[in-house]
């Protein structure tokens, strides 16, 4: 049984050497070659001077050499950080202080176009060049030095660590402020992919495609679950729908996780020439799958099982609907997945009666260990469970969600909606107030509001309200956060009016906005 992550590969490296591990374009890693490299990466950031539990990032493309330094970081005894690929230097700058990064692993294109942005990086003292490109003699604060170029036939031991310690931070945006790193242990990473490997049936057998971004648990979670069962995982980052399509065909995929963005796009396709004979399951997450997508895929793709899941990074997996109730309950996110408890509460932490509308609060191995570095946001999420104590002197901690649901008389499980501001487009979480910053940033604003609108693609698109004492240039404030922020946080529509509705408290009147421009993208497309 394993106690810590990377003992998944060391695992199948022992028994299954030879089974493909990693396809990516006409590539392969086996098991036992992983193990290889996850060792030799291993050697190289202990020699370097990696010490127990500190931050390494890996700011990478999905490619073999990022899987690696995952499970090398791992190994060593220190913890991974994934970095989005598509965030811009400021914001992988943001992350790097946030968790005090001592090592990145990144590309020489990539660390270029940092540049600057890593002066404020205090705790960074090495930057790896996966291309071997970069002059080892760097004039900045830290030393850069070339990805497996050991420099001892010294075989240093790991640091020794347990399945209770700190594995990986992954960074969530929450309704204001910057993102979050939301700390998880090894035990919560290895129980949670038990769990999901349990109800999807993973074998060896499968090959299970990612296309999500390492840095979202549900994408982390696909390398996990192949590698909790022996399986291969196929790494993709796709330009166009067409090509996951033709990614299942040409590499046997069994097994496809998506948002309702990509699911959308993939049901409006042509499957018919395409073979999907090997795909035996899709899942949904991140958001409500539209009712004429679910029915589109469903009958494109006879032979798969569909799960609609939920999940919060806080708690990396939450909940699954059985493929065989979709048709009884199309609308429902489910019950708990194995070895996990939720409920509806009030606020007072009393059980919601059926059909009563309440917060999700998630009980168990996969509570995760709160926010890295911020103790008022952890004692915000992070709080006893509910009516649990049953005479225990110690307190157990819940995740509470921040998510109105309600649960049926059978135990099923509906989400109403968030408590917060939050957006939720194309599968990803992001914070308005991270956005609204940029663009006060830019002096073309006085007063913004970045808003989450119901748009039938993208779930939610970014919709900029606000005022300028000069009436306002769209064209140029689109450009400016073009240059600022991913594409996934770019607004997707600019207005500028004369003033902002307030409310009582002189703020700006959020609830009125999203009234106001409800239907925007309805009528527009």
Request: charged letters at 20%.
């Amino acid at each position: 049984m394993p106690k810590q992550l990377h003992n998944f590969i060391q695992i199948s490296a022992n028994h299954q050497p030879d089974k493909i591990a990693l396809n990516h374009k006409k590539e392969h890693l086996d098991y036992q070659t992983l193990w290889s490299e996850l060792e030799k990466t291993s050697q190289l950031l202990l020699e370097q001077g990696i010490a127990s539990g500190e931050r390494i990032a890996i700011y990478l493309p999905k490619r073999f050499e990022t899987v690696v330094a995952f499970f090398a970081a791992s190994n060593a005894g220190a913890v991974f950080v994934p970095i989005n690929p598509l965030l811009k230097p400021e914001q992988v700058a943001y992350i790097l202080k946030d968790c005090n990064v001592r090592i990145l692993i990144t590309s020489h294109d990539r660390l270029n176009q940092l540049g600057d942005a890593l002066s404020e990086c205090h705790d960074l003292f090495l930057a790896i060049d996966i291309n071997n490109k970069a002059e080892v003699h760097s004039d900045k604060h830290y030393r850069v030095c070339h990805w497996n170029t050991s420099e001892s036939d010294k075989k240093l031991a790991p640091h020794r660590r347990i399945d209770a310690d700190i594995a990986s931070i992954l960074y969530t945006s929450g309704s204001t402020g910057k993102p979050k790193g939301v700390v998880l242990s090894h035990s919560n990473m290895i129980v949670g992919a038990k769990s999901v490997a349990e109800y999807l049936e993973n074998h060896a057998n499968d090959n299970l495609l990612a296309v999500l971004p390492f840095s979202f648990d549900y994408g982390l979670s696909q390398l996990t679950t192949a590698f909790h069962a022996g399986a291969s995982a196929t790494l993709l980052d796709y330009l166009l729908p067409r090509d996951v399509v033709k990614a299942i065909e040409k590499f046997g995929i069994t097994g496809l996780a998506g948002v309702p963005p990509l699911w959308n796009q993939l049901a409006q396709l042509d499957w018919s020439k395409i073979n999907t004979d090997s795909l035996r399951y899709i899942t949904n997450s991140g958001g409500a799958m539209p009712k004429a997508s679910l029915a589109n895929l469903r009958n494109a793709l006879p032979k798969a099982k569909v799960y609609l899941m939920y999940g919060l990074t806080e708690a990396f997996r939450s909940t699954y609907l059985p493929p065989e109730e979709i048709d009884k309950r199309p609308d429902s996110m489910g019950k708990a997945i194995p070895n996990a408890e939720v409920m509806v509460v009030r606020e007072d932490g009393s059980p919601c009666a059926p059909g009563e509308p309440g917060e999700l609060v998630h009980r168990g191995s996969l509570v995760s260990l709160g926010y890295w570095n911020d103790a008022n946001k952890t004692a915000e999420h992070f709080k006893p469970v509910p009516d649990k104590n049953n005479g225990l002197t110690l307190t157990e901690i819940a995740v509470w969600s921040g998510d109105k649901v309600k649960m049926d008389e059978e135990g099923y499980l509906y989400f109403v909606a968030r408590k917060d501001d939050m957006i939720k487009t194309s599968g990803y979480r992001v914070s308005p107030t991270e956005i609204e910053e940029v663009i006060y940033a830019t002096g073309l604003v006085s007063e913004t509001a970045a808003l989450g609108l119901s748009h039938p693609t993208l779930g939610q698109a970014i919709a900029i309200i606000a005022t300028s004492a000069n009436g306002g240039d769209k064209d140029k404030l689109l450009i400016e956060c073009k240059k600022q922020l991913p594409n996934f946080m770019v607004p997707a529509y600019i207005e500028y009016v004369d003033s902002m509705p307030k409310n009582p408290n002189g703020k700006i009147d959020r609830k009125q906005l999203a009234l106001t421009y409800a239907n925007l993208f309805q009528e527009s497309i």
